[in-house]
């Protein structure tokens, strides 16, 4: 299995309040990921990053935020929680898009609930 | 705007049916189509197609791509409980220097034995 962990893996919190939550790697990819997953909508791209410091929106990236200041960290942020942005969060990592491969491998994931 | 399409959305089959899943697409920059099977917790990686026509084959599960026709098939054979399943469909979509994938809402499977 590919060296990612997430933290926390469980989190409730209250609407209004900041969270942070976190991808570590062990694989030294290039690429990161950050995805909710909701009934119905599969897996939707919230931002990624294609190196320390670059990163780029998904398709649902209002009211989140991302940070990337080491290879094997990407910080995804939601700056006030809103009940809307109770989902189970994925992170992903994918070697460069000219590697022999362009498999994304999953973390184990966060389930957050917004009250 | 990139759509990746699967259907159905959900099955049920018994032990030992064949089951074949749909997935087309409708992307700018096609690079590959990319199958994960996920069972309550992270996705997991099953096939990656490139090329039209070529089967991919992994024991019961094989898969293959028509890039003309624009769709992916997985097929099961022969299925078995531990089959049952959120199957996800992700098209790999390269822009400059960007690469991302771009899911389907996935066909859940559910095999009763």
């Known amino acids: 299995d590919a060296g990612i962990t997430q933290s926390p893996r469980h989190k409730v919190t209250e609407t209004g309040t900041p969270v942070t939550l976190r991808c570590h790697q062990t694989?030294?990819?290039?690429?990161m990921y950050w995805y909710r997953q909701d009934p119905g909508h599969g897996l939707r791209l919230i931002h990624y990053s294609y190196g320390v410091k670059d990163t780029d929106k998904g398709e649902v990236s209002d009211g989140y935020s991302v940070s990337r200041s080491k290879t094997e960290d990407f910080l995804l942020t939601l700056e006030s929680a809103t009940s809307s942005q109770t989902s189970v969060y994925f992170c992903?990592?994918?070697?460069?898009?000219?590697?022999?491969?362009?498999?994304?491998?999953f973390g184990p994931g966060t389930r957050l609930t917004v009250l | 705007e990139d759509k990746v399409v699967q259907s159905p959305l959900s099955l049920v089959v018994h032990e030992g049916d064949t089951v074949t899943l749909n997935c087309s697409y409708e992307v700018t920059n096609f690079r590959s189509l990319l199958w994960y099977k996920q069972e309550k917790k992270a996705p997991t990686f099953l096939f990656m197609l490139t090329s039209s026509g070529i089967e991919k084959k992994s024991g019961r599960l094989s898969s293959i791509l028509d890039k003309k026709e624009l769709f992916s098939i997985l097929n099961i054979t022969a299925t078995q409980t531990g089959d049952s399943a959120v199957y996800l469909c992700a098209v790999g979509i390269l822009r400059s220097n960007d690469y991302k994938l771009s899911f389907g809402a996935g066909t859940t499977v559910t095999v009763r034995a």
């Open positions: 992903a990592i994918s070697e460069q898009p000219q590697g022999v491969t362009d498999t994304q491998y």
């Open positions: 694989e030294n990819h290039r690429y």
